[in-house]
Structure formats: structure tokens, C-alpha cells
């Protein structure tokens, strides 16, 4: 893999992870899918 196709995907994956982090601390679509034991704690967390 060249350096390019690496920044790429390094870029793809830390989106990814903003988007989730996001979507929990604003009860988003994926955070209402949990079940509400899950929910409970990740809200504890933030």
C-alpha cells in the first residue's frame, strides 16, 4: 500500500470515529438501536 492509499484510510477511520461519538453524545440513529441498559451506561460516560 502506498503512502496516499494510508493517509486515505487513516482519514476514512478517524471520520468514522468522530461521526460515532457524535451520534452517542446526541442520541442519534445508532445511540436509539442500543438497548436502553447500553444507552444508560454511554450516557453515564458522557
Not at 494510508?6 to 445511540?31: M, N, P, R, T
Not at 442500543?34 to 444508560?40: K, M, R
Amino acid at each position: 500500500m502506498n503512502l496516499k492509499k494510508k493517509w486515505i484510510l487513516l482519514s476514512i477511520v478517524i471520520i468514522i470515529l468522530i461521526a460515532g461519538f457524535l451520534d452517542i453524545k446526541y442520541q442519534g440513529l445508532f445511540y436509539q438501536i442500543l438497548p436502553d441498559s447500553l444507552q444508560s451506561y454511554l450516557m453515564d460516560l458522557f
